[in-house]
């Protein structure tokens, strides 16, 4: 009899070890780099004026920081909250190119959410995941193993053109939740670097399973919308500006 | 009751004179507004838009943002 209660005590415990290995809550830190190569070849260009000029040029200075806050259920992707000089129209600017808004992700239900005010409207964009090419390729970033993956992503540009854009994610599947920064995720592993392109976002610092409580809010204030929706939306309330 | 013709003369004199000045004061208000800073500030923060929209492949949203907070910050800047 005693022996039959260590076995059971040894088997909770093993399964308690086992169960706390794969919960995963924690934030992961991602510096966004606007890349400079694209900037390089147009900032001589004659047709920019000397304001757009030093404008790129202090864009290529900007150091932005996000945050992935994230559990075994649900993820959240925000601006971290420094204190920066509201006059800083650089950092603003530098924050529009980057992307603006809070991206949620529920690994329930696949819910994939954008809160965003435009116009000073509040709105919750429910956002499409993109599809992604696996690929064997493999690099080293800190101590884990990240695997490539590719994926286009589609985008409507000022004169209605559908731009096609380059996405490259590298994810490791040891932090074995499929989330990532914004809207990507979805691969078999945790996101730690994204190229957009001209836009990319490196983990920094990864917080695994910290001793503090970490509160995931979803949003729910706004105006629920497709993606094609608040497209809408933007082009009737900016009619001015997309007469050009 | 010439008193009081004149009083309502008056009166009206009054009213269409403050009726003229606000006019033209609209109408000094409306020649910065629709005319001077905002041509020159709408062209200003368009260009800068369409380049940076331009090289970065930024979204119709994105490029209006970067768009409306150039035109504010330059209306802002230039009274």
């Known amino acids: 009899m005693k022996s039959i209660k260590i076995i059971l005590i040894v088997l909770f415990l093993c399964q308690s070890i086992i169960y706390s290995q794969n919960q995963f809550h924690g934030k992961i830190i991602y510096k966004a780099i606007i890349n400079n190569s694209k900037l390089d070849e147009n900032i001589n260009d004659k047709k920019n004026s000397a304001d757009t000029k030093y404008l790129m040029n202090s864009l290529k200075t900007q150091d932005l920081e996000y945050v992935l806050t994230f559990n075994n259920n649900e993820s959240l992707f925000i601006k971290e909250n420094k204190l920066v000089n509201e006059g800083d129209k650089n950092i603003k600017i530098a924050e529009i190119i980057v992307g603006k808004g809070t991206y949620y992700y529920s690994l329930k239900t696949n819910e994939l959410l954008r809160y965003h005010e435009f116009g000073g409207e509040p709105f919750i964009i429910s956002l499409i995941a993109v599809e992604w090419k696996l690929s064997q390729e493999k690099k080293q970033i800190g101590k884990y193993e990240c695997f490539k993956a590719t994926a286009i992503k589609k985008i409507k540009n000022k004169t209605g053109e559908i731009i096609n854009k380059s996405i490259i994610a590298w994810y490791t599947p040891e932090i074995s939740l499929n989330l990532g920064p914004k809207e990507f995720n979805g691969l078999p592993g945790m996101i730690l670097e994204l190229d957009e392109g001209e836009v990319s976002f490196v983990a920094s610092k990864i917080e695994l399973n910290p001793n503090v409580v970490l509160t995931i809010n979803k949003p729910t204030k706004g105006k629920k919308v497709t993606q094609g929706e608040f497209e809408d939306i933007v082009k009737r309330k900016t009619s001015n500006f997309s007469r050009n | ?79």
């Open chain 2, 1 to 79: 009751m010439k008193k009081l013709v004149l009083s309502m003369l008056l009166v009206m004199m009054a009213f269409t004179m403050n009726a003229n000045t606000i006019a033209n004061q609209l109408s000094i208000n409306n020649d910065l507004l629709l005319e001077d800073n905002p041509v020159s500030c709408y062209e200003a923060a368009d260009s800068a838009a369409s380049a940076l929209g331009y090289i970065y492949g930024l979204s119709y949203e994105q490029e209006y943002e970067v768009f409306a907070f150039l035109y504010d910050d330059c209306m802002a800047n230039n009274p």
